[in-house]
C-alpha cells in the first residue's frame, strides 16, 4: 500500500463532505446476467460461486476506488485487493474463508477448492478484522433479493471496506441472472464508480 494523495484528488471535495457522516456508505442491488458464466464454469469444472468472487475481485481491483482504506485517520492505496467470503458449514451457520487474488480464473479456482478444505478442516470462526486490502463477500443463494443491508460495528466505518453479497439464480426472459448487492464508502466512490464495477463484471462474463 501507499499513501494516497488527496489534496490533488479530483474527488477532493466529495471525499471531505461525506468523510465524517455518522453512517457515509450506500448500496446499489442490481442484477447481472450469468448464462455464460454458468456454461463457462460446467464447461471447464469450476465452481461457479468461486467464479462469482473471482469476477469481482478481478473488476474490483481495475478500480482505483475500490482500492482505497482509512488507516490511523490517513488513506492508503493498496496495489492488490483479496477477498473474504462466508462459507457455508455443516450446522447451517457460517465461517469466513480468505482467498488471495490469482492470475486466472483457473488458478482461482484451484486455490480457492484448497483453501475452502482448509478452513473446514480446521473449522472455528476467525475473522481477520485487521486485515484492509480485502473485499467483503456473502453468498446469499436461497434468495433473489432486490435490496440488503449489511451489519456494521464502530470501526467498520473508519476503514472504507466495501461489502457485495451474491444471492439466488432466477431466470428472466431465458437469461439466467444473479442479484448482486455492492454497499461502498460515500468518500471513496460515488454511483458513476459503482456503475463500473457492474459493467466490468458484465463484460467479464460476457468476453468468456
Request: proline fraction near 5%.
Given at each position: 500500500m501507499k499513501a494516497f494523495d488527496i489534496e490533488s484528488w479530483e474527488r477532493k471535495e466529495q471525499f471531505y463532505f461525506f468523510k465524517t457522516y455518522e453512517d457515509p456508505f450506500f448500496n446499489i442491488t442490481s442484477h447481472i446476467e450469468i448464462s455464460n458464466l454458468k456454461k463457462y464454469c460446467k464447461q471447464h469444472s469450476l465452481s461457479f460461486s468461486l467464479a462469482c468472487l473471482y469476477i469481482a475481485l478481478k473488476s474490483a481491483n481495475e478500480i482505483l476506488e475500490f482500492k482505497l482504506r482509512f488507516k490511523n485517520e490517513n488513506v492508503y492505496l493498496?496495489?492488490?485487493?483479496?477477498?473474504?467470503s462466508t462459507i457455508l458449514n455443516e450446522q447451517n451457520t457460517f465461517m469466513f474463508c480468505y482467498f488471495t487474488n490469482q492470475d486466472s480464473i483457473f488458478s482461482f479456482d484451484k486455490k480457492g477448492k484448497e483453501t475452502i478444505q482448509e478452513c473446514k478442516n480446521n473449522g472455528g470462526f476467525t475473522p481477520k478484522e485487521s486485515m484492509l486490502n480485502l473485499i467483503h463477500c456473502s453468498i446469499v443463494p436461497w434468495i433473489s433479493f432486490s435490496s440488503f443491508k449489511h451489519a456494521r460495528k464502530g470501526d467498520e466505518y473508519t476503514k472504507g471496506i466495501p461489502k457485495i453479497v451474491f444471492g439466488k439464480?432466477?431466470?428472466d426472459q431465458q437469461l439466467?441472472?444473479?442479484?448482486?448487492?455492492?454497499?461502498?464508502?460515500?468518500?471513496f466512490m460515488d454511483g458513476y464508480h459503482v456503475s463500473l464495477f457492474f459493467n466490468k463484471i458484465q463484460q467479464f462474463i460476457d468476453a468468456l
Open positions: 493498496y496495489e492488490s485487493l483479496d477477498i473474504g439464480v432466477f431466470e439466467e441472472k444473479i442479484p448482486l448487492s455492492v454497499e461502498v464508502h460515500h468518500a
